[in-house]
């Protein structure tokens, strides 16, 4: 019975197909849109009378990044109530799980503090803290998903062992 009990709960942590989908494609779209930003405003903005001017499609980025940033917190929020509350019932990969919670809450506050709080001489470096963090969260991601993970180790010669 417990095994039977264990391995219901396994099969309700992982996620249904609407919901994994869900997570990737809101999840690249948002890092796309950011990367798309780095591109305009690091090798595209051309040089005007005063100064560097932002290319056209710069704002327009921006914009498209905070519309995609709130579609991931409602994902996110779909997660909490079985996914995440099971797997921490049962303590099953508990350290990844923490790490995706806490790269996406320093997200959401660099990316909070980058829309209310940025000025002159703040704006490079909060930027930096939130994207570089921003940059990184394929690879955690891919990390923290079983299959993803499998593959990665195969990839460096290492032994798979399943996740708890
Ligand atoms: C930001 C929050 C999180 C995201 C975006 C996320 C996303 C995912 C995704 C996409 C998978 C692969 C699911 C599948 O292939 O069906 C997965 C697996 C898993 N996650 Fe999370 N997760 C999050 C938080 C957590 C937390 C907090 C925990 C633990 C307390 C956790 C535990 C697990 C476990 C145990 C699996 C493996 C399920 C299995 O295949 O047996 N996750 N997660
Ligand atoms: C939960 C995840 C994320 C949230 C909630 C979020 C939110 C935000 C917000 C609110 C802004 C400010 C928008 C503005 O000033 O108009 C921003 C800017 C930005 N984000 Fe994100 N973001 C997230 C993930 C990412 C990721 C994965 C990347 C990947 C590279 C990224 C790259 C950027 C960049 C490059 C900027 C522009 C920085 C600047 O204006 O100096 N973000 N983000």
Redesign the pocket.
């Known amino acids: 019975m417990k095994g039977r009990l264990s391995g219901v709960s396994?099969c309700v942590?992982?996620?249904?197909a609407w919901?994994?989908k869900a997570?990737?494609l809101a999840?690249s779209a948002l890092w796309l849109s950011g990367v798309a930003w780095l591109l305009l405003h690091y090798y595209l903005a051309t040089e005007g009378d005063f100064g560097p001017r932002p290319h056209w499609l710069e704002p327009w980025s921006l914009r498209l990044h905070g519309l995609l940033a709130m579609i991931v917190l409602t994902?996110?929020g779909s997660?909490v109530p079985v996914?995440?509350k099971l797997?921490?019932a049962?303590?099953?990969?508990?350290a990844?799980?923490?790490l995706?919670?806490a790269?996406?809450v320093w997200l959401v506050l660099t990316g909070y503090a980058l829309w209310y709080f940025a000025n002159e001489a703040n704006q490079d470096w909060l930027s930096r803290l939130h994207w570089l963090c921003g940059l990184g969260l394929p690879l955690i991601?891919a990390a923290?998903?079983?299959?993803s993970r499998r593959r990665m180790m195969a990839r460096l010669g290492l032994n798979w062992s399943s996740?708890?």
Do not use: D, E, K, Y
């Open positions: 396994r942590i992982r996620l249904p919901q994994r997570v990737s999840f994902v996110l997660l996914h995440m797997a921490w049962r303590a099953r990969n508990r990844g799980g923490l995706m919670v790269v996406c991601l923290h998903t079983p299959v996740a708890r």
